[in-house]
């Protein structure tokens, strides 16, 4: 079962930060957050991962709260583009391997 | 990033009638794998594990005789809905996780496979 809660849509303006939000309140000290976003009828889309540091890439931020129960997912500069369903993620670790729970995700849509 | 492809990426079928989806890490060897079901307007539900070499791993509800998943290479799984019926009709997504960064442990998805049963 997905371990986390986000809200179930939102809106930004374009060239406006987008900061989406996740609560992962019962996550454990090994599991990784990650988030991924998929647009309509294609394979979810990898965008960032971390496990208690903020992380930085070329498409979003991660920050992840002290407590680590909740993290935000920021777009700095969001563009068209960038609408779609957001997902956010804890990795579970299961003796079968790592297994990918997806929850209800953020319907997040970009307006002109 | 590493690709993985799954084909078809759609089929109408008639009902009663099986159906295969491949699913291929085309850059990478891939010893998990794993296979999603999306239907519309839905979050992705996770079916099943599947490890090379050895019996996939069901999630709680899915039935083991009725997607068939055979894992015989590093670099190819595949999905086979036996006897499918309309309810059967859905979007199904494949991922892999390379076997050369197991602590990362990033997936990469498929294209997906839409699969409608007359």
């Known amino acids: 079962d997905a371990k986390t809660t986000q809200p179930t849509s939102m809106d930004c303006a374009e060239g406006r930060a987008a900061n989406l939000p996740c609560n992962h309140s019962t996550i454990s000290g090994n599991e990784y957050v990650y988030w991924y976003r998929q647009i309509h009828s294609q394979g979810p889309q990898y965008i960032i991962h971390g496990l208690k540091n903020n992380e930085t890439n070329e498409m979003a931020s991660l920050i992840i709260t002290e407590d680590r129960k909740s993290s935000t997912l920021i777009l700095p500069h969001a563009t068209l583009r960038d609408t779609a369903v957001y997902y956010c993620?804890?990795?579970?670790?299961?003796?079968?391997?790592?297994?990918?729970?997806f929850g209800t995700g953020t319907s997040l849509t970009v307006i002109p | 990033g590493a690709v993985v492809s799954q084909h078809p990426s759609w089929v109408i079928c008639k009902s009663g009638t099986s159906v295969k989806i491949e699913c291929r890490s085309l850059d990478f060897q891939a010893t998990t794998m794993f296979w999603y079901r999306q239907f519309p307007k839905q979050s992705l539900m996770l079916m099943a594990t599947s490890n090379e070499g050895s019996k996939a791993t069901y999630e709680q509800g899915v039935e083991k005789d009725k997607f068939l998943i055979n894992h015989a290479s590093l670099t190819l799984s595949t999905l086979t809905v036996t006897s499918a019926h309309p309810e059967d009709s859905s979007f199904y997504i494949c991922?892999?996780?390379?076997?050369?960064?197991?602590?990362?442990?990033?997936?990469?998805f498929g294209e997906g496979s839409r699969l409608t049963v007359l």
């Open positions: 993620i804890v990795r579970v670790a299961y003796n079968t391997g790592n297994q990918f729970y």
């Open positions: 991922s892999a996780k390379s076997s050369g960064s197991p602590n990362t442990g990033e997936l990469f």
